[in-house]
DNA sequence: CTGCACACTTAGTATCAGCAGA
DNA sequence: TCTGCTGATACTAAGTGTGCAG
C-alpha cells in the first residue's frame, strides 16, 4: 500500500540530465510536469488552505512509476550539470546511500474532510519586502563583524595565554570563556551567593511542611549565578526539597435542578458521567471548539463510553434513557448554570473576593516554593493540571476528547535524597519517587490524550531557567562568529551534485534566511503542521523569475504564507525538489532530515542546531535596528521605537495572535471617530468665515470647502449619530441621579425633568438642521474670534494626527504578536543596553515577571554590551 | 541508522487585575 | 464610580533536540 509505493518513488535515482528531461517530458505524461509561468505554477487547490487534505493521499506516493527520475526543468541553467554525471566524481560521498532518500516513518492519513478553510482573506503582505531588504543589509554587517570577531578573537586568546585573563570576555563562546574563568576565579568560592538583605516575612505558615519555605524568606539570598557560570551540565542540583503537586479538586456535582436534556426531557446521570457534560456544557461560548465537528464527535465519544459505563441516564421516572445522538442532547441548562456561577462570582464584593483569594494563598502557599540546592526558588507549575476537554490546536485528530483527572498513582515526584517525600494524599500513593539530579522537573506525570509528559518545574526567574536562558543566548552569539562561513557554505552547496547535500543546504538556506523551524516528521494522531524539513509539495509554490511562495501552517497550525524573493539557485532547486513524479503530499526535502540537518550543523559548532538560527536572527536583527537608532527624541518615541524593532522580530519569526472579534468594530469606531474630528474641523472654519465672510476671498474658497468623504450622507448619519448619543448620555444621567435620590431617600425626579433635560439634545438637531439649510455655522464658545477658532482647529488637528497614528498603529499591530520574541528570541541584554543608552525606564519594556526572569541580564551587562 | 521516550523550550489564548476615561 | 479595555499572568499545547535500545 501507500508504503510501499512512498518508498518506491522516494528511492528513485537521480539521473537528472537536460535530455533526458527533454525525454521524461514528452514520454512521461503521466504526471504532469511543472511548468513554470508567470504566476502560481502549482497553486494550492482553489486557494484552498496548503494543509487542506481532499483525497487522504497525505503521503502515499503514486504508484504511478517507479523510475521517475529527478531532472532539470528549465534550459536556463548552464551552470547546472546533470546530477548524476558529476556525482561520481564527487568526493568521499557515501554513494551507496547518498541518493536513496531516508526511510520516513510511513503516515497513513485517514481520509478526511476537505479542510475547513484556514483563512480566507488571504492577508497581502507588504511589509516583507521591506523585511527582506532590511535582512540583507543585515546580514552583510553580520559577515563583517564575524570576521573582525575571529580576528580580535585569535588576537585576544594569544594575548590571554601570556596575561592571565582579562574579565570582560563577554564576547567570546560560552565554552571557552568558562573554561578560562574557572581557571581564573579557581581561588575564588565556586558559588558565589551575596548575601543581600533581610527580608521581613509577611507569609504565614502553611502547617508545618517539610519544605518550611516562608521560615526562609526572611533570609532571602541573591544568587549571583551568572557571575561564576560552570558548564557542566549533566547534574543540575545537589539537593532538592519541595512539597510536590497541588492536585485538582475535587468535581463538586451539579445542583439537583440543573441536567442535561436529553430528547427534550431533563435525564440524571451519574457524577462521573456528570463532570464530563458539565466540561462540555461549561464550554458553549467557546465557539471555536464546540463548532468543530471533529472536536464534537470526539467529546461525544468519550461521553457516550462514560454514560453507558456507568448505567445510561435515567429520567424523572427512573427510566433508563440511553444517551445515542449527540444532536440530542441540549446542554443549555448546564451551561447557563456555569455561566451564571461566573457572573457571581465577578459579582463577589471585592473584600470577600480579597477573603477567598487569601485562603487560596494559603493553600498554594506550601507549593509555591522549593529548596533547590539550599535556595529558594519559585515553582513554576506546581497545580496539577485539571480534567476537562483536550483543546487541540487546528485540526488536531484528538482535539476534544477528554482529559481524564490525575490520580496521584499517575505521579513520579523526582526530589533530593534525604528530603522528606511530600505525602500523596491519605489512601494513595505516588508512582514513584526518584532522586534524579540530572533532570530539572520536581513531579512529573503522562497525559492520557497523546501519552505526553506533562513536568513540573521551577519558574523562569530560578537561577536554572536563567542559567538555560544565558546559555541559550550565548550559544546565539557564538553563531555570530561562524554565520559568514556558514552562509558561505550553504550558498556554494546550492549547487552541489548530492542531492541530499543540495536539499540541504536549501534547507539551511530557508531556516537561515525565513527563520523557519526545523521541521520536525508528525505522526498521525497530530495536526498536520510542518517546519522547513517537512515542508510538502503543496506549501510552496514557485513564480517566475524567483519568487517562492509559502503557504502552510507553522507551530500551533499558525499559517504562513510569505512571498519571498530568493536566490536563483535556490529557486531552481526549488524546481528540481519538487519535480515530478513528486505531488501533493510528498516531502520537498525528501533526502533531509532535522536530525541529519542538525548534525551537518554541529560540524560547524558545537549545539548548532536549526533552532539557534531562530535565536540568533531574532536577537542580532534586533540588535542592529536598536543599534541604529538616533540618540534623539523623547520617551515615548524612544518606546515606540523600540516596538517597532521588536514587530520586525516578531513578524520575523511569524509570532501571530488571533484578531480579536471586537478588533473591526473598534477600528471603525476609530476612524468613525477621526471622520467627526474632521468634521468638526471644517465647522471650526465654516464659524470664522461666519464671524468674517470676507475670509473666503482672502484665503480661497477651497478653504472652507468640506472634505469630499464627509457627502451629506456621511453628515447626516454623523448628526444623527451625535444627537442620538447625547439623548443617550441625558437619558443615563437621568436614571443615575434617581438612584442615588433612591439612596438618600429622596423622590425621584419627575418625568417632566428628563423631557426638559432631553431638550438639549433636541436643541442639537435643530442646530444641525439649521447649519445643513444655511450652510452656515454659528460661531461656538465664548467669545469667539477667528484666532481663538483657529487655535481650535490646530487642536483638532493635533488630535486627528494622535487617532490616526494608534488607528495605524492598531491596524498594523493585529495580528503581529509581540511577546513571544521578547520573552523568548531577543536576548534580554539588548534590551537593558538600550534602556541604559537612552534612558528610559526598563518597566516600559519589562514587565514584573520579565524583569524577574531576566534579572540576570539586568544586573550583568553595561553600556557598551554588545549582542 | 531509526524510532521512541524523555526533557526542556516555545507558543497562543483564556483569564485576571488594574487603570483610564465616560 | 463604574465600565470596558488592555496589559500581565496563568495555562497548557506543541514544538525541538538528545540519547538510547533494537
Redesign the pocket.
Known amino acids: 500500500m501507500a508504503n510501499s509505493n512512498k518508498h518506491a518513488v522516494k528511492s528513485a535515482a537521480i539521473v537528472s540530465s537536460r535530455d533526458k528531461a527533454m525525454d521524461e517530458h514528452t514520454s512521461g505524461g503521466l504526471q504532469p510536469g511543472i511548468s513554470i509561468q508567470n504566476g502560481p505554477v502549482d497553486s494550492p487547490q482553489n486557494g484552498r488552505s496548503t494543509n487542506g487534505e481532499s483525497n487522504g493521499r497525505r503521503k502515499s506516493r503514486t504508484s504511478l512509476t517507479q523510475k521517475k527520475t529527478y531532472k532539470e526543468m528549465t534550459s536556463s541553467d548552464e551552470d547546472d550539470e546533470p546530477l548524476s554525471k558529476r556525482r561520481k566524481t564527487a568526493v568521499e560521498e557515501?554513494s551507496s546511500?547518498d541518493d536513496?532518500p531516508?526511510?520516513?516513518?510511513?503516515l497513513k492519513k485517514l481520509p478526511k474532510p476537505s479542510a475547513s478553510q484556514i483563512g480566507e482573506k488571504d492577508t497581502k503582505v507588504p511589509i516583507k519586502k521591506r523585511l527582506i531588504e532590511q535582512k540583507a543589509q543585515i546580514e552583510k554587517k553580520a559577515e563583517v563583524t564575524a570576521k573582525k570577531i575571529r580576528a580580535e578573537d585569535s588576537k585576544a586568546t594569544k594575548k590571554r595565554k601570556v596575561k592571565d585573563e582579562s574579565d570582560s570576555d563577554d564576547d567570546r563562546p560560552l565554552a571557552k570563556s568558562a573554561k578560562t574563568k574557572k581557571t581564573a576565579n579557581g581561588t575564588k568560592s565556586t558559588v558565589s551567593k551575596t548575601k543581600v538583605k533581610a527580608e521581613a516575612s509577611p507569609v504565614k505558615k502553611g502547617k508545618g511542611k517539610a519544605v518550611s519555605t516562608d521560615d526562609d524568606a526572611d533570609e532571602e539570598e541573591e544568587n549571583r549565578w551568572w557571575e561564576n557560570m560552570n558548564n557542566d551540565?549533566?547534574v543540575?542540583w545537589k539537593t532538592l526539597e519541595h512539597n510536590g503537586v497541588l492536585l485538582?479538586p475535587e468535581y463538586v456535582p451539579l445542583p439537583r435542578d440543573v441536567k442535561l436534556i436529553y430528547k427534550e426531557e431533563p435525564v440524571t446521570l451519574d457524577v462521573q458521567a456528570e463532570e464530563v457534560a458539565g466540561f462540555y456544557g461549561?464550554m458553549l461560548?467557546?465557539t471555536?471548539?464546540v463548532s468543530n465537528a471533529t472536536f464534537n464527535k470526539n467529546f461525544f465519544s468519550d461521553f457516550k463510553k462514560i454514560v453507558s459505563k456507568t448505567g445510561h441516564a435515567k429520567n424523572s421516572k427512573g427510566e433508563v434513557v440511553k444517551i445515542e445522538h449527540f444532536k440530542d442532547c441540549d446542554f443549555t441548562k448546564i451551561f447557563e448554570y456555569y455561566d451564571a456561577e461566573?457572573e457571581r462570582?465577578?459579582a463577589i464584593p471585592s473584600a470577600d473576593?480579597k477573603a477567598i483569594?487569601a485562603k487560596k494563598d494559603e493553600i498554594e502557599q506550601p507549593y509555591m516554593f522549593c529548596k533547590w540546592n539550599g535556595i529558594k526558588e519559585k515553582v513554576?507549575?506546581?497545580?496539577?493540571?485539571?480534567p476537562?476537554l483536550?483543546?487541540?490546536?487546528?485540526e488536531?485528530p484528538?482535539?476534544g476528547h477528554v482529559?481524564t483527572r490525575v490520580k496521584p498513582e499517575q505521579i513520579?515526584i523526582?526530589i533530593g535524597k534525604g528530603a522528606k517525600v511530600p505525602p500523596p494524599p491519605p489512601g494513595h500513593k505516588w508512582k514513584e519517587v526518584?532522586h534524579?539530579d540530572?533532570?530539572?522537573?520536581l513531579a512529573?506525570w503522562?497525559?492520557n490524550?497523546?501519552?505526553?509528559?506533562?513536568?513540573v518545574?521551577l519558574?523562569?526567574n530560578s537561577a536554572?531557567?536563567g542559567?538555560?536562558?544565558y546559555k541559550?543566548f550565548e550559544k546565539a552569539r557564538e553563531l555570530k562568529k561562524h554565520i559568514d562561513r556558514i552562509r558561505k557554505d550553504y550558498t556554494k552547496d546550492l549547487k552541489v551534485e548530492s542531492m541530499a547535500d543540495r536539499q540541504r543546504a536549501t534547507a539551511i538556506y530557508l531556516i537561515d534566511k525565513l527563520a523557519?523551524?526545523?521541521?520536525?516528521?508528525?505522526?498521525d494522531d497530530?495536526?498536520e503542521?510542518?517546519?522547513?524539513?517537512?515542508l510538502k509539495f503543496e506549501h510552496v509554490t514557485l513564480r517566475l523569475p524567483k519568487t517562492l511562495v509559502f503557504d502552510f501552517?507553522?507551530?500551533?497550525?499558525?499559517r504562513f504564507h510569505q512571498e519571498v524573493e530568493v536566490d536563483p539557485q535556490v529557486f531552481k532547486n526549488m524546481k528540481i525538489f519538487k519535480k515530478a513524479p513528486k505531488t501533493k503530499g510528498d516531502d520537498i526535502f525528501d533526502r533531509l532530515?532535522?536530525?541529519?540537518?542538525?548534525?551537518h550543523?554541529?560540524t560547524y559548532m558545537t549545539?548548532?542546531?536549526?533552532?539557534?538560527?531562530?535565536?540568533y536572527n531574532a536577537s542580532w536583527t534586533m540588535a542592529t535596528l536598536l543599534k541604529e537608532m538616533k540618540p534623539t527624541g523623547t520617551v515615548p518615541e524612544r518606546v515606540k521605537e523600540y516596538n517597532d524593532a521588536n514587530r520586525t522580530v516578531?513578524i520575523l519569526?511569524?509570532?501571530?495572535?488571533?484578531v480579536?472579534a471586537?478588533h473591526d468594530?473598534?477600528m471603525t469606531?476609530m476612524l468613525e471617530k477621526i471622520k467627526g474630528l474632521r468634521y468638526e474641523q471644517w465647522r471650526t472654519r465654516m464659524m470664522m468665515l461666519n464671524l468674517e465672510p470676507k475670509l473666503k476671498k482672502s484665503r480661497g474658497a477651497e478653504y472652507f470647502e468640506r472634505p469630499e468623504d464627509l457627502d451629506d450622507e456621511w453628515v447626516e448619519q454623523h448628526q444623527a449619530a451625535e444627537v442620538e448619543e447625547k439623548r443617550q448620555?441625558i437619558q443615563k444621567k437621568f436614571e443615575n441621579d434617581n438612584k442615588k435620590r433612591e439612596e438618600n431617600g429622596e423622590k425621584p425626579l419627575p418625568e417632566k425633568e428628563l423631557k426638559e433635560r432631553l431638550e438639549d439634545a433636541d436643541e442639537l438637531a435643530k442646530k444641525y438642521r439649521k447649519e445643513n439649510k444655511s450652510k452656515k455655522v454659528e460661531p461656538e464658545g465664548k467669545g469667539p474670534t477667528v484666532e481663538k477658532l483657529e487655535a481650535t482647529y490646530d487642536k483638532l488637528e493635533q488630535r486627528i494626527e494622535n487617532a490616526k497614528l494608534q488607528a495605524d498603529d492598531?491596524e498594523e499591530n493585529k495580528e503581529v504578536?509581540l511577546?513571544?520574541?521578547k520573552?523568548?528570541?531577543i536576548d534580554p541584554r539588548l534590551t537593558v543596553v538600550f534602556v541604559k543608552k537612552f534612558n528610559v525606564p526598563i518597566?516600559?519594556f519589562?514587565?514584573?515577571?520579565?524583569?524577574?526572569k531576566f534579572d540576570w541580564a539586568i544586573k550583568s551587562v553595561d553600556e557598551d554590551w554588545e549582542f
Not at 593 to 599: D, P, Y
Request: proline share 1%.
Open positions: 557515501d546511500d536513496v531516508l526511510a520516513k516513518k510511513a551540565t549533566s543540575k485538582a461549561a461560548n467557546s471555536v471548539n461566573r462570582k465577578k473576593k483569594k513554576g507549575n506546581f497545580r496539577v493540571e485539571p476537562g483536550f483543546r487541540g490546536r487546528g488536531h484528538k482535539t482529559k513520579t523526582n526518584k534524579d540530572t533532570a530539572t522537573w512529573m503522562q497525559e490524550i497523546n501519552g505526553n509528559h506533562k513536568y518545574m519558574a523562569a536554572i531557567k542559567q538555560s536562558d541559550k523557519l523551524r526545523a521541521g520536525n516528521e508528525k505522526g497530530e495536526a503542521t510542518v517546519g522547513c524539513c517537512s501552517l507553522g507551530k500551533d497550525s499558525i532530515n532535522t536530525a541529519g540537518l542538525n548534525k550543523l554541529a549545539g548548532l542546531t536549526a533552532k539557534v538560527f531562530r535565536t516578531a519569526c511569524n509570532h501571530k495572535r488571533t480579536g471586537a468594530t473598534q469606531k448620555k492598531k504578536a511577546g513571544t520574541s520573552i523568548n528570541y518597566e516600559r519589562f514587565s514584573k515577571t520579565l524583569r524577574e
